[in-house]
Structures are given as C-alpha cells and as structure tokens.
C-alpha cells in the first residue's frame, strides 16, 4: 500500500521552525514593552518607597512636634488659668471699689448743697469785711476831722495853762540823740 500523503515531517518541522520564528518574534515584541515597563515599575517601586520614607519621617517629626507642643499648649493652659484666677480676683476688688466710688458720689450732691451754703456764708463775710473797712476808712476821717477841729482851741488852752509851756520847754531843751534820717544831707557815693 502506497500512501500517497505527503512526508509529515517536512510539513512539522516547517509548523515548528515557524511557531519557533512567531514566538521568537512575540518574546522580542513582548520585550520591548515588558523590560521598559519592568525598569518603569522598579523606578516607580523605588520612588514609592521614598515618599513611604520621607512621609514617615515627616509623620515622626510631626508627632514629636506635636507632643512639643502639647506641652506647651498645657502650661499656656495653666498659665491663662492662673491669669484668669487673678483676674477674676482683680474685677471682684474692681467691683468693691466701684460700688464704693457709686456711694461716694451719691453724696457728692449733699456736699454741693453744703458747699454752695459756704460759698454764701464766705460771700457774706467779704461784703461784711468790705463794710467793715468802709467805716474804718470813714472813722479814720472823722478822727482827722476831729484832731483838725481840737487841737486850735488845744493850743490856745496850752498857751494859758502854765504847766503846758513848762513841759513844751523840756522838750525843746533836751538834747536830741538821734537825728532824722531824711534831715541829713544825701552824699554821692564813690
């Protein structure tokens, strides 16, 4: 029996060698894509890994930051509690004193009606002391007036009465001790 079918095994190495040429040729082409995206994952891996580190630097230097600061946000804490404390202490004494300024000029009236009172009784004093003075001036007038309208008959009684010439005599024969000031001649100094 012939067969008349062609040899087989030209026909398979033929189906091989060109499944081997196609494979070959899909690895080149899946080369050319996977190595660059291979070399871009291990370049995105990399830079991942450094923002995972760098963000868990900064995380810890935030963390530290923030107990730094907590403990100063507690002794600010403290601070304005002991300032509140004082002030609310200070406004208790503030209200104390402005309930005793509120009494003290509640009696500022009555001081203004007694010192309107004193300002009368000093303006009345004034006007009194005025009229007072006006009659001093107008005694010391009349005591001129007076000297004035004596002493000519005086003189005339003196002249009369021997003891009178007597003692104007004594007072012209005594000897003076002291001389006026204003009789003595003014000498220009040099």
């Known amino acids: 029996m012939e067969n008349n079918l062609p040899n087989p095994q ?7 060698d060109e499944l081997a040429q196609t494979m070959t040729k899909g690895i080149r082409r899946w080369e050319k894509v996977i190595y660059p995206m291979i070399v871009g994952f291990i370049i995105l891996a990399a830079y991942g890994f450094y923002l995972i580190y760098h963000v868990t630097k900064d995380m810890h230097t935030i963390t530290t930051n923030m107990t730094t600061m907590s ?43 007694s010192i309107d009172g004193m300002n009368r009784s000093i303006t009345q004093l004034n006007q009194n002391i005025y009229s007072m003075a006006y009659s001093t001036h107008n005694i010391s007038g009349n005591l001129g007036e007076l000297n004035q309208n004596i002493s000519a008959p005086m003189n005339s009684i003196n002249n009369v009465i021997p003891w009178a010439m007597m003692s104007s005599s004594n007072k012209q024969s005594l000897p003076q001790t002291q001389q006026d000031p204003a009789a003595l001649p003014i000498q220009p100094n040099h």
Do not use: F, L, Y
Not at 86 to 102: L, P, R
């Open 10 to 16: 030209p026909v398979q190495s033929i189906d091989i």
């Open 71 to 113: 403990v100063a946000v507690v002794k600010m804490a403290e601070s304005m509690d002991n300032r509140m404390a004082s002030i609310d202490t200070q406004m208790g004494q503030i209200n104390q004193h402005m309930k005793q300024m509120t009494e003290s000029m509640a009696s500022i009236p009555k001081m203004t009606a």
